[in-house]
């Protein structure tokens, strides 16, 4: 918005300036700035163009100027300024933006250009050597001001580097916007001031080829025949603000505090923005009240924005802060006016994104759900469907939640139980003592005393499951804190039992009471999703499990 806003202030400008009532001009100039493209980088500076216009009918001249117009638009305006320049004394020619050199001439390239190749470029782009032969007609009062954006933009046969020679009597001078204007206007446009002499003595940055005396001015001193124009003067500053409250937007504000932050009307710009940002605020909050959005209807919009990736940082049906910044997040990537406020066609496109989005991921976690037991199927065809205490206890450390876990744990207590009756008085009740315990002191001691005993194996795994919960304690910790803010009521506990079960887990007994086989069934869910296993129900979870169908 800011370009086209940008184009508009500065054609409305040289508007401006053009109706200011002249004497018939003596020179004449054209202005032919590029500054807005459809499909190559913008070129910024294009603000300058209104000073040097300015600048030139001050100084007397009849000024022809193109902004981002289209090529054939820009052809319009040679023509223009080729009728003026006749009788004239001097000429000026300023042109800004991409250009390009070719095999026989040099180019401007208009906005609606691409990548210009030597068979494209005559159609997008204006011909510098056309404006070279009317100032060649001009002998020692002729300028050309070029200033190139110095992007690498040329196609095939063109090159980025200009080589524009100056026809005899013809001054050309080129370099950056900002230095080619500073010397336009401090030594170029000085009267009675040389050009050889201005440039040794002024500002550096810019090349100059061609006619450049130190003895003949561009502009002769006042009172050399010179005819000069009386105009009140009016600054920058209040030019653009002129223009600004001419637009009568939001836009033309920014762009005056844009360029006149400590400007004359900087504090009554921000305040105008102030007010309307207000007013704005206000509609845009009316708009989504009108939604008429129910707690269930807030939550549905919260579970879409975290299935997105715009993150709600929670699923409690209330807007708050992290809300209305996810609004915004998805506003900005998806090329709504970014507000905070939710709109009918937002929420009506959101919510075909977030189903088809839902639709994916359980798509995919079926596929992960079917390949993962698939995997585990065949682990347990691999250690003989469970026969042996290596085999079943293998299997439970690779899938301890898996599709024969039950099964494999089963086996493992009558092993044990026929351990039992098999082992020594003494050994057996300082076994129940340990299990008892179930401490890691109290394993480690029974291995010390029995390293080959009859329960040595199941001491050990013990062990390996208290160091594994060990490793895992901070993430484990932090996910039981996350539950107890999503799902720390026995309501949402007893969705959430209701919703495995739908999914063919098994919880056990629906009562709101998350017992250990309710922490397999999300153990089982979480690794079907690729959630981080934990067996607690992490906001993740929640909003899987709530998009699960």
Avoid: C
Avoid at 211 to 225: M, Y
Avoid at 270 to 292: G, I, K, M, P, Y
Avoid at 405 to 427: F, G, M, N, T, Y
Avoid at 467 to 493: S, Y
């Amino acid at each position: 918005m800011r370009k086209s806003i940008l184009s508009k202030t500065l054609a409305t400008s040289f508007a401006v300036l053009a109706t200011v009532p002249q004497i018939a001009a003596a020179d004449a100039a054209l202005i032919v700035v590029q500054s807005e493209y459809e499909n190559l980088p913008d070129v910024s500076g294009a603000a300058q163009a209104v000073t040097l216009a300015q600048k030139l009918e001050d100084e007397g001249f009849s000024v022809t100027s193109s902004l981002d117009q289209e090529a054939a638009d820009v052809r319009g305006a040679v023509e223009d300024f080729r009728d003026d320049a006749e009788g004239s004394d001097r000429v000026l020619v300023y042109l800004a933006g991409h250009m390009v050199g070719g095999p026989r001439d040099s180019y401007l390239l208009t906005h609606e250009a691409e990548t210009p190749n030597a068979v494209s470029v005559g159609g997008e782009a204006l011909a510098i050597g056309p404006i070279l032969d009317v100032l060649a007609q001009y002998q020692g009062q002729s300028v050309l001001l070029t200033a190139p954006a110095g992007d690498e933009v040329a196609g095939t046969g063109l090159s980025d580097d200009l080589d524009i020679e100056a026809p005899q009597g013809v001054t050309i001078l080129s370099g950056p916007v900002d230095r080619v204007i500073r010397v336009a206007n401090e030594v170029l446009l000085v009267p009675g001031l040389p050009l050889g002499v201005g440039l040794e003595d002024g500002p550096g940055g810019v090349t100059a080829r061609g006619f450049v005396s130190d003895v003949v001015p561009f502009l002769p001193a006042e009172g050399d025949g010179r005819v000069v124009i009386e105009r009140t003067a009016q600054s920058p500053d209040e030019a653009f603000w002129v223009v600004a409250q001419t637009m009568d937007t939001d836009e033309g504000l920014e762009l005056y505090l844009e360029y006149f932050p400590d400007g004359t009307h900087a504090n009554e710009a921000r305040a105008a923005l102030t007010e309307s940002e207000e007013t704005q605020a206000n509609a845009d909050a009316r708009a989504e009240d009108a939604l008429d959005l129910n707690r269930a209807a807030r939550r549905q919009v919260q579970r879409n924005l975290a299935l997105l990736d715009h993150d709600p940082r929670g699923i409690d049906g209330i807007f708050g802060p992290a809300t209305r910044s996810a609004i915004r997040s998805y506003q900005s990537a998806n090329g709504f006016a970014v507000t905070g406020y939710l709109t009918r066609e937002m929420l009506a496109e959101m919510t075909q994104r977030a189903d088809a989005r839902a639709a994916e991921l359980e798509r995919e976690a079926a596929e992960r759900q079917a390949r993962q037991e698939r995997e585990d199927r065949r682990y347990w065809n691999q250690i003989g469907q469970g026969q042996d205490e290596a085999g079943l206890r293998a299997y439970l450390d690779r899938y301890p939640d898996g599709l024969f876990a039950d099964v494999a744990r089963e086996r493992l207590d009558d092993i044990e139980a026929d351990k039992r009756s098999r082992a020594e008085a003494e050994e057996r009740e300082f076994w129940d003592r340990v299990r008892n315990s179930d401490q890691p002191r109290s394993y480690r001691t029974y291995l010390d005393r029995y390293p080959n005993g009859i329960f040595a194996q199941e001491a050990r795994a013990r062990l390996g499951e208290f160091n594994n919960q060990e490793d895992r304690e901070p993430e484990l910790t932090a996910a039981e804190r996350e539950e107890q803010q999503v799902a720390g009521t026995k309501v949402t506990r007893l969705l959430v039992e209701t919703k495995l079960a739908s999914l063919d887990y098994n919880v056990g007994k629906v009562d709101g009471l998350f017992t250990p086989g309710t922490r397999t069934a999300i153990r089982r869910f979480q690794s079907s999703r690729n959630i981080p296993v934990t067996g607690f129900v992490t906001q993740q979870t929640m909003v899987r499990l709530l998009a699960a169908f």
